[in-house]
């Protein structure tokens, strides 16, 4: 009797769809998993609060408390993982050993341990400056009035770049580094335009320094307003996309940056018309929020299937951001990425001819119903079967992992 993955394939084969192709394809294409929801975004700083206008809620028990803990945790999360993995840092997640390094004077060497562990991993890494979570960071950073605070940024970012590079070096293995900055005012300003140009000539002299595509790669995220600059926020999106176009820089498009009716899916066609590659980051946002647990709704689709259609594997770089310490952090954390990947794997199995002739014969009826019924495929014995082939659980299967790791690991932290 033939597998219910069998029949699947089968099912799959009358469409033209071949399964045996989409897993080879989804091999190929790597899901940079968010350091940042094991421990809350703290980093090993041990200087107090998240700020910049983000926020985790919750208290579930557990948090990742030291980098070991952390890469306990890092490792449990991709051990339930399918696919292409990458690991994504922040420079608070800097190895000094205890000691006190300032954020303007870290190197490649206090990140030594964190290319041990993705050599390990057989990961790619990337990274990103924190401009949060720091008192110099607390009125403006790169685009602040005060050129003292401007500079102690924009070398802080330039040694992030030059770390980011040997990342990629070390690793052979491409490196995409990120800058996002919480700059923004609270209440109406009455100029807009010189913190914006501030801003500009800050990125520029960050980036003044030539360093090669092949180690590493420049990323600006934008942002439409976060807590405490919700009447300006100077990175937006127009900001960053003129930038990242003039600079041949990456725009990075993050799920709950916009506004609640604007879609990043929408906006990748676009940008690639104008750019050669771009970031992601997937994430979901509710009303106020934008940093949920990354459901397989409705856009994660249309963003997966917007890098597939289109053949972007190699021009969009897919990064995960979100954070929820009101559940168990290890299953929020496999839950969202396991869904981006089941969504490529959904992606990858449309039936692109048939929706192809059905667009160009102007027949939107079909292409509506062919949208609908594919929702009802035996997608899940496909999924199935990819983590089965990945030694990863399958189905529901990786709450239980979740769960002993629990028992055996996480509840005895306190
Ligand atoms: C904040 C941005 C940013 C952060 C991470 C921690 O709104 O999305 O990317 O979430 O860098
Ligand atoms: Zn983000």
Redesign the pocket.
């Known amino acids: 009797m033939s597998s219910c993955f069998d029949k699947a394939k089968a099912f799959y084969a009358d469409l033209g769809v071949d399964v045996e192709a989409a897993f080879r394809r989804l091999d190929q294409i790597p899901v940079s998993l968010?350091c940042?929801q094991g421990d809350d975004?703290n980093g090993f700083e041990n200087d107090g609060a998240l700020d910049?206008?983000?926020a985790v809620t919750g208290n579930y028990p557990g948090r990742a408390r030291n980098i070991g803990e952390l890469r306990d945790d890092i490792q449990k999360v991709l051990s339930l993982l399918p696919g292409k993995k990458r690991l994504n840092l922040?420079a608070i997640y800097a190895d000094t050993n205890g000691k006190k390094v300032e954020r303007n004077e870290l190197d490649a060497t206090h990140f030594a341990s964190w290319i041990d562990f993705a050599k390990a991993e057989n990961i790619g890494l990337d990274f990103?400056p924190t401009f949060f979570s720091h008192p110099l960071a607390s009125n403006g950073t790169l685009s602040s009035a005060d050129p003292g605070i401007r500079q102690f940024w924009i070398e802080h970012a330039i040694c992030c770049r030059r770390i980011g590079a040997e990342m990629g070096k070390q690793l052979g293995n491409t490196c995409v580094t990120?800058v996002?900055i919480?700059d923004g005012f609270k209440d109406t300003p009455y100029d807009r335009l010189a913190p914006r140009k501030r801003l500009e000539e800050s990125l520029d002299a960050i980036f003044a320094e030539n360093i090669d595509r092949k180690y590493n790669l420049d990323a600006v995220?934008c942002?439409l307003f976060?807590i405490g600059a919700e009447s300006c926020t100077i990175g937006s999106h127009e900001f960053y996309m003129g930038y990242a176009v003039s600079r041949n820089k990456l725009c990075c498009l993050?799920a709950?940056?916009f506004h609640p009716t604007e879609v990043i899916s929408d906006k990748i066609s676009s940008c690639l018309l104008f750019l050669d590659e771009i970031l992601l980051?997937v994430?979901r946002g509710v009303r106020w929020d934008?940093?949920h647990v990354v459901c397989w709704d409705n856009e994660l689709q249309q963003i997966a299937s917007e890098i597939i259609r289109n053949n972007f594997d190699q021009r969009v770089h897919i990064g995960l951001?979100y954070f929820d310490a009101s559940i168990n952090r290890i299953a929020a954390w496999a839950i969202g990425a396991r869904n981006m990947y089941k969504a490529l794997l959904f992606a990858l199995l449309e039936p692109a001819e048939m929706l192809k002739n059905a667009e160009n014969s102007g027949d939107y009826a079909v292409r509506l119903g062919i949208f609908e019924e594919l929702k009802s495929m035996p997608f899940a014995a496909v999924w199935n079967e990819y983590c089965a082939r990945h030694n990863v659980p399958g189905g529901m299967d990786f709450l239980k992992a979740v769960k002993d790791y629990e028992i055996n690991v996480t509840s005895k932290r306190n």
Do not use: A, Q, R
């Open positions: 968010h940042w975004v910049g206008g983000i922040h990103n990120n996002w919480p995220e942002k976060g993050d709950g940056h980051h994430s934008s940093d951001d």
